[in-house]
């Protein structure tokens, strides 16, 4: 096998893995609280800010109050959101500047245990971001329904696929301003064609079956029905979409990252 085809080889993987996961979750708990209230911030402030200043003109949005139609879509954004940040800025310092992922394949770890170590990682800080704006906005009394439970496991899945594509996204920066074209090509269009900010039925025809094809609103057509006491609809393809991105963007970063550090 020649050395570029040795690179797409399939990722092979081993337990190995908890022990990085735990090493990036010893150094982020001392930093914990400033790094949760940073990952709150934001979307509390788009959702309390467009909720009651956008709210006070529509007023309600597919029969709901606006307000509590874009407490979804926040929760599915900011899961996005802090995926894609620890994958990019935090991933790659620890690749390429402070080179933590050197010194780590000097222990019995495969290079592609850390990429699935760094992948699962930026889905739990995923998980635990979106868990607190999912408790934050029950009390607040934007979903008051147990079915909303069921975002949970989903925000894990969430975190899982944009990390994924992030670790790609890392797998081919030079540096730090690179992902500035990532965010602004790909991250921010997608959040606003996904059905975050209003509903998808909005767009024009085009652009609805090219929402299709965006992980956010796949994840989304889930969350909302869940946080509104309703039982979505296609469950399994809005999750097949979201595994696939999550298991190609995977295999794709651990491919790119193999040709990147192992000449």
């Known amino acids: 096998m020649s050395a570029p085809a040795a690179h797409f080889r399939l990722p092979c993987l081993s337990w190995r893995f908890a022990s990085v996961w735990s090493r990036n979750f010893r150094v982020w ?15 509390m402030i788009y959702l309390l800010g467009l909720g009651y200043g956008l709210g006070a003109l529509v007023k309600t949005v597919d029969g709901v109050p606006y307000v ?3 407490a979804a879509g926040m929760v599915c954004f900011s899961c996005m959101n802090t995926a894609s940040f620890e994958t990019l800025y935090s991933a790659f310092s620890r690749m390429h500047v402070q080179r933590t992922w050197e010194g780590l394949m000097n222990a019995p770890l495969a290079l592609d245990d850390i ?9 739990s800080k995923a998980a635990l971001s979106g868990t607190a704006i999912l408790l934050v906005v029950a009390l607040f009394g934007f979903t008051a329904s147990p079915l909303a439970l069921g975002v949970v ?38 959040a606003l064609l996904s059905g975050v900010f209003f509903p998808l039925d909005q767009l024009p025809a085009a652009l609805q079956i090219g ?49 990147r550090l192992l000449k």
């Open 153 to 190: 496991p989903l925000i894990f899945l969430i975190g899982l696929t944009f990390a994924a594509m992030g670790l790609v996204v890392t797998a081919l920066a030079p540096n730090y301003d690179f992902f500035m074209y990532y965010f602004t090509l790909f991250i921010t269009p997608m």
């Open 115 to 123: 990429v699935l170590a760094e992948m699962v990682w930026a889905a």
């Open 211 to 259: 929402a299709q094809l965006l992980p956010l609103a796949h994840a989304i057509a889930i969350a909302r029905p869940l946080m509104l006491g309703e039982l979505p609809t296609a469950v399994l393809p809005h999750l097949a979409v979201m595994a696939a991105y999550a298991a190609v963007g995977f295999w794709l970063a651990v491919s790119l990252t193999r040709r």
């Open 68 to 70: 509590h139609f874009l």
């Open 29 to 43: 708990r001392k930093l914990a609280l400033p790094s949760l209230l940073g990952n709150l911030a934001d979307p």
